[in-house]
């Protein structure tokens, strides 16, 4: 059976409605789909062991970076309440977010530090100008 324009057809109304309706149920299972796999991932084991490393290491500056060691600490902690939810999503992400607060502490306190090193050199360099002013 020939069509409009001449193109071979089988007779079969197409009902485009149906088709829609099977692609729009199709992505809407795969994405559930996608989702269910993610909230049932693996334990982020590797990100809590970075975390708790860079917690411990930058433990050592907190007298340089207390706020940031702070936060550091309380997403450690959630990332590990969330590990015995078995939010592994949430647990992943804090773990991620305390590593990289307990980085920015030891970069504030390698700041602080220099800081005060570069004030004691200054502070050196006028006491040498006095000294020569006074010769």
Avoid: W
């Amino acid at each position: 059976m020939r069509g409009r324009r001449g193109i071979q057809t089988t007779g079969v109304p197409m009902n485009h409605h149906s088709t829609n309706g099977r692609a729009v149920f199709l992505a809407a299972f795969a994405a559930a789909a996608l989702s269910a796999c993610s909230t049932t991932a693996d334990a982020p084991k590797e990100q809590m062991a970075v975390a708790n490393a860079s917690v411990e290491q930058a433990t050592g500056n907190s007298a340089d970076a207390p706020v940031e060691l702070a936060a550091a600490r309380d997403k450690l902690a959630r990332a590990n309440q969330a590990m015995a939810r078995k939010d592994y999503v949430l647990a992943r992400q804090l773990a991620d977010q305390a590593a990289a607060d307990a980085a920015l502490a030891q970069a504030t306190a390698r700041s602080a530090r220099s800081g005060r090193a570069l004030s004691e050199v200054r502070e050196s360099i006028q006491q040498l100008q006095s000294q020569l002013n006074r010769s």
